[in-house]
């Protein structure tokens, strides 16, 4: 499950920006005194499957002996210039639309503690291991030229490179957002991960909050792992965006919309 993971969130990259994956190159750190190689085996495996799932083939890479497993790829693929998604292609009045529910930061930290049941953990790994490939589909097919996907530096990091580079600011329904189920009650337990520690208080100057209960804010800022795209659609090709995700069986949750530039780049609604 590991490797299906890693594959998939190596893969995202290319699929935010509209394009096609062709080749993986693949790095593999390896505490071989440790874990046998029969175990790395397995994560290879699994990545090759989800590689083989979006017709990407492995083409080489390299491994070395470390103390800490690490497995990743660096991904190669095309685009077409005129169909591209970029971030700094938001404008006033677009849509935001989001794939994937946020949330797998918090779970992933909770699962390492035991703290979460066998559903939240298998909602949790289902959305880590799905492909962003048919909602870049979807949205090359029905013009959007906005967009990113959301992962390290959560929804509001994410969010922020595209308002920064598009020089606007977006307004976001909090009550909007999906959550996968028990990131909520993660939060109110405590098993907030560092990372999305970082990343709330490096938008927290740039954000207002509102009434937006802590907890959500939390949420917004966590820290994912192979999340969704993040797409920014002129309002009269909205429907068909929103009718084209559904048909793929992606999510097409309409989270808010982009604005004119102003001091504060972003304003969440409770």
Excluded at 35 to 57: F, M, N, Q, R
Excluded at 140 to 152: E, F, K, P, S, Y
């Amino acid at each position: 499950m590991w490797g299906r993971i890693a594959a998939a969130n190596a893969l995202s990259d290319v699929y935010a920006m509209g394009g096609t994956p062709l080749t993986a190159l693949q790095l593999l750190s390896w505490p071989r005194d440790e874990l046998p190689w029969s175990v790395a085996a397995d994560v290879i495996d699994g990545a090759l499957e989800v590689l083989a799932e979006a017709g990407c083939t492995l083409v080489g890479g390299h491994s070395i002996d470390d103390n800490t497993p690490k497995f990743g790829f660096a991904i190669t693929g095309t685009v077409h210039p005129d169909r591209m998604i970029t971030n700094d292609a938001a404008r006033p009045g677009d849509r935001l639309v989001l794939t994937k529910p946020l949330g797998t930061g918090l779970i992933a930290t909770a699962i390492k503690s035991g703290n979460v049941s066998a559903v939240v953990q298998d909602a949790a790994i289902a959305s880590m291991t799905r492909l962003n490939a048919s909602a870049s589909r979807a949205a090359i097919n029905t013009g959007v030229r906005a967009g990113t996907d959301v992962t390290g530096f959560g929804l509001l990091g994410h969010l922020s490179e595209m308002l920064r580079a598009s020089s606007a600011s977006a307004v976001l329904d909090a009550s909007a957002v999906p959550v996968l189920e028990g990131a909520a009650e993660i939060v109110a337990n405590g098993h907030i991960p560092g990372g999305t520690k970082r990343n709330y208080r490096s938008v927290e100057d740039s954000v207002a909050f509102g009434d937006t209960p802590p907890s959500m804010r939390t949420v917004l800022a966590d820290a994912q792992t192979s999340g969704g795209l993040l797409l920014a659609v002129p309002e009269s090709d909205l429907p068909d965006l929103v009718a084209a995700l559904v048909a793929d069986g992606d999510l097409a949750a309409v989270i808010g919309h982009i604005e004119p530039a102003s001091s504060t780049h972003m304003i969440v609604l409770g």
